[in-house]
Nanobody
Framework: QVQLVESGGGSVQAGGSLRLSCVAS????????MAWFSQAPGKEREGVAA???????TYADSVKGRFTISQDSAKNTLYLDMNNLKPEDTAMYYC??????????????????WGQGTQVTVSS
């Protein structure tokens, strides 16, 4: 069983920045996919950004140029650097993991391990 723990959420003004972190009990495999998802109240969970063991990154159109996903494999840690935050970014953010390379890395169904989420609130 893989455990994921997110942190770094909070409340910021529009235009501000946050760095989310996700620590995994283990993800040091030959192949894997990790991603950040967001879910606002009453809405479906949506893929935000993903990275795999080949360092391939994938971003939702809404965050391209503003968010950056990265990882520190030695520390089993995934990061999401969020810049120029907008009120529409307000959501619970979840870290997800699967020890395979995914052809569609922003699909919720592609992941079998999830963290508890960290809240991001952006005020105008």
């Amino acid at each position: 069983q893989v455990q994921l723990v997110e942190s770094g959420g909070g409340s910021v003004q529009a235009g501000g920045s946050l760095r989310l972190s996700c620590v995994a009990s283990t993800y040091t495999y030959d192949r894997y996919s990790m991603a950040w998802f967001s879910q606002a109240p009453g809405k479906e969970r949506e893929g935000v950004a993903a990275i795999d063991s080949d360092r391939r990154t994938t971003y939702a159109d809404s965050v391209k140029g503003r968010f950056t996903i990265s990882q520190d494999s030695a520390k089993n840690t995934l990061y999401l650097d969020m810049n120029n935050l907008k009120p529409e970014d307000t959501a619970m953010y979840y870290c997800a993991y699967n020890p395979i390379r995914l052809s569609a890395p922003l699909r919720t169904a592609g992941y079998n391990y999830w963290g508890q989420g960290t809240q991001v609130t952006v005020s105008s």
